[in-house]
């Protein structure tokens, strides 16, 4: 990246979304001296952080005329990693002792998730850039520009003309299924995680959830506890795969992945066991879905790539007038949101500059035949697992911000082997006092903490 030949210029710049993602997407494009309008469907700030007790007619969500819940948290969430490597870098997810109503726990719930919102919003004043209950209903490039057409809760529609268009909507609203050979005619109930909020309703039941990641794990146990059986597919297990697990209460199965469903109602698992379900929850994931996106069929969504976006972020021909934020999917959430914003905004000022559109189509040609020649699925392009700091460092490289600390690459690698090893336990009982420590300490010696580290480190449990 070449350093801009011409004067920082200020753009009229539209975020959409005002969840993590969007919120500081509107903080970095103001610090770099844009004029930002953040438009978001919902009455408050915090995307899908929010939790409501409301689900889609659909719960599969497949109808897509069906009203959009864009949240996807179910009552009983808490984070899958620890609080410190959450955070924005200079605004650190720290336990709020002064009130009580706060969670301080190290793995704390949804609520204190969305209470960080809030707080980072307040402390930014960022509110007073963002319109409340204003649905996009379509973007399109104009001359050079961008036109956005909205609509309120009120009916009232809008149309308007920006220099640029940020996309902070996250992609956590349109489920993903599962393909089951024979479900048509299987006569139970299906569901997705996007729709799951309490166990109530599967009481006595004998459930099949699809999935063992982090909401498929959760919510198998959450079950459990009122289900007559939880019976968990899992594709990660060996085809073989028949294990009981004692824990919550003795009534969970590990199996591999479905085989068949029938009319008689049973399910059959490739491991050759077979059950009567009442109940299947796909904990299978989302789809990249952009439905207000109208750039005449150059961008477009195959196999869950979204294509083409250099650097996850840029469509090239496209580019600067539109980007995204927060597309791949990586334990540094946050982090990354606040680097990648931190680039547009440079971008879009002109104090950084891209490289030509052939070059970036290049890169994403090259990109394409590495992920190909390594066998990684197309499905999986935004998913950057162990090269997520190489990436990050990368984006940090363009726009000057630091590199990935230690303390947070390494929580983020622990967490997950927890997570995996210690399903039940992982948020309650961890072995990384030390880089606890080193977090709390890094944040004491840059003056974000107003307390000894020692406070923190003694209220983590």
């Not at 990249?288 to 961008?299: A, G, H, Q, R, S």
Request: glycine share 6%; aromatic share 10%.
């Amino acid at each position: 990246m070449a350093p801009a030949p011409s004067p920082i210029n200020s753009q009229h710049v539209a975020v959409i979304g005002a969840g993590a993602a969007g919120l500081v997407a509107a903080r970095e494009l103001r610090r770099e001296g844009h004029t930002v309008v953040v438009l978001d469907r919902e009455k408050q700030v915090g995307g899908l952080w929010v939790y409501t007790p409301e689900t889609e007619s659909d719960e599969l969500g497949l109808d897509p005329t069906r009203t959009i819940i864009h949240s996807s948290v179910y009552e009983s969430l808490r984070t899958n990693l620890p609080r410190e490597c959450m955070g924005y870098k200079d605004f650190p997810f720290v336990p709020r002792g002064d009130d009580p109503s706060r969670d301080s726990r190290r793995y704390p719930s949804h609520r204190e998730v969305l209470a960080y919102l809030q707080d980072f919003a307040t402390e930014f004043n960022i509110e007073e850039m963002i319109r409340f209950e204003t649905e996009v209903v379509k973007v399109e490039p104009v001359n050079g520009k961008w036109r956005i057409q909205s609509k309120t809760a009120g009916g009232f529609s809008n149309d308007e003309i920006y220099d640029a268009v940020v996309v902070c909507c996250g992609h956590f609203a349109e489920p993903n299924i599962a393909q089951i050979p024979g479900i048509e005619s299987w006569p139970g109930k299906q569901t997705h995680s996007h729709s799951y909020r309490v166990p109530d309703p599967f009481k006595d039941e004998v459930v099949v959830v699809i999935g063992n990641f982090a909401s498929g794990a959760d919510i198998s146990r959450d079950i459990s506890k009122v289900a007559k059986e939880v019976h968990i597919a899992s594709r990660a297990s060996k085809t073989d795969t028949f294990e009981k697990r004692p824990v919550p209460n003795n009534n969970l199965w590990m199996h591999s992945e479905i085989d068949t469903a029938h009319e008689d109602g049973t399910i059959v698992f490739k491991n050759g066991k077979v059950v009567h379900a009442d109940t299947i929850v796909h904990c299978t994931g989302y789809k990249y879905y952009f439905p207000f996106l109208e750039t005449n069929d150059y961008m477009r969504v195959d196999d869950n790539r979204v294509e083409p976006l250099y650097k996850h972020i840029f469509p090239p021909a496209l580019a600067p007038g539109l980007s995204f934020i927060g597309l791949p999917a990586m334990g540094l959430q946050f982090y990354m949101f606040e680097v990648q914003s931190k680039w547009v905004s440079a971008v879009l000022s002109g104090r950084v500059t891209l490289p030509s559109v052939d070059e970036m189509m290049d890169d994403l040609k090259l990109s394409y035949e590495t992920q190909e020649a390594l066998g990684i699925p197309k499905r999986y392009t935004h998913k950057l697992g162990k090269s997520q700091c190489e990436y990050l460092d990368w984006i940090a490289d363009q726009c000057g911000f630091p590199h990935v600390e230690h303390w947070r690459d390494q929580e983020v690698t622990r967490g997950y082997q927890r997570l995996s090893n210690q399903p039940e336990t992982f948020r309650d009982e961890w072995d990384d006092d030390d880089l606890m420590e080193e977090a709390y300490e890094d944040f004491a010696r840059q003056n974000l903490i107003s307390f000894h580290p020692s406070r923190f480190l003694e209220s983590g449990r």
